[in-house]
């Protein structure tokens, strides 16, 4: 009876691992799903970057993000490369525009540090906060990818266009409410009156928001959070001519350029930048089409006046 038994207990045990070797063949047949050709460039990029600065993550944020910047310089400038339904993440590490430069080169640089952004707040009320919101993570391509997705939508959360943030004002809030940079135009400058409302009243101008009055509704809320976040500040060109005030901004500072168009607050984004002990700045540009150190200093070009923000200093 025992033999018996054991009989058809090592049968049993045979065609278990039988049906287990079956379901792992299976398992490895699955085919894998290729990388996209814009995942391998930007792969090759952020490897190649990386070798060149993972020993510099020691440095200040600000010091280390212009860094970067730099090794971006002459990549392409491509205008409305997030436009594309349904909204998903998408990461170009080839080719830019103005705020994603600068994104870019925040989340490089945080990426390289080990940071990961962790979101506060509620996404409608902005409070500044000292304290990063950020936890340690392996530097990789992929945590670069969600310190992009962090840092472009609002509290980190792909849902569809509106949850989007537009407006660079936002982007900023959202980063002091995570402890990432701190806005400190109003130590240097003037109060301004700032309005939003561009979006909403040009949808025609989105595609996303053309015939989907969802969306507008969605994006006019978002308006009037911006708007009650008030008060508002900017440098003024004039007060940048000012040695005392000038001298104030340092590199890696993220310098934000008022827009006179109505409902519009920040016209272009840029990196503050050094040149010969003078202030001039690192960015996309739309002229030159490609990334650029701005020949004009940061005090001649900025007509409108600017805002100004600084990482915070403890990442």
């Known amino acids: 009876m025992r033999k018996i038994f054991n009989v058809i207990a090592a049968v049993l045990v045979s065609l278990s691992l039988l049906s287990s070797c079956k379901a792992n063949a299976q398992k490895s047949a699955e085919p894998v799903e290729p990388m996209s050709e814009q995942e391998i ?10 070798s060149e600065v993972k020993n510099d993550a020691g440095k200040p944020m600000g010091e280390l ?5 730099q090794k971006f310089l002459g990549t392409e400038y ?6 594309k339904e349904p909204e998903e993440l998408q990461v170009f590490l080839d080719k830019t525009d103005c705020i994603l430069f600068v994104e870019l080169s925040s989340c490089f640089a945080l990426t390289v540090k080990g940071y990961r952004i962790e979101q506060a707040g509620d996404g409608e009320t902005f409070k500044v906060s000292d304290k990063p919101s950020v936890k340690k993570a392996e530097p990789s391509y992929e945590l670069l990818c969600d310190n992009i997705r962090n840092m472009r939508y609002r509290l980190g959360v792909v849902d569809g266009y509106p ?8 982007w900023i809030l959202q980063n002091q409410t995570n402890g990432i940079m701190k806005e400190f135009s109003q130590n240097l400058g003037s109060q301004f009156q700032q309005k939003f409302s561009y979006m909403s009243k040009h949808p025609g101008s989105y595609m996303q928001l053309k015939n989907n009055p969802s969306n507008v509704e969605k994006i006019q809320k978002m308006e009037s959070h911006l ?3 008030a008060p508002f500040f900017y440098v003024s060109q004039a007060q940048l001519r000012d040695p005392k005030v000038i001298s104030q901004i340092e590199d890696g ?9 109505e409902g519009l607050d920040l016209a272009h984004v840029a990196l503050a930048l050094k040149v010969d002990g003078v202030m001039h700045f690192i960015h996309a540009s739309s002229k030159a089409m ?7 200093t940061l005090a001649d070009y900025a007509t409108n006046g600017l805002r100004v923000c600084r990482f915070n200093p403890s990442l």
């Open 227 to 229: 708007e009650a976040q």
């Open 41 to 50: 460039v930007n792969r090759e990029i952020f490897d190649r970057i990386y």
């Open 78 to 83: 491509i205008a409305s490369t997030l436009e």
């Open 65 to 69: 993000t212009v860094e970067i910047a």
């Open 253 to 261: 500072d993220i310098i934000t350029f008022i827009s006179k168009t």
């Open 163 to 170: 949850s989007r943030v537009h407006y660079t004002s936002e």
């Open 290 to 296: 490609k990334v650029i150190i701005e020949e004009k």
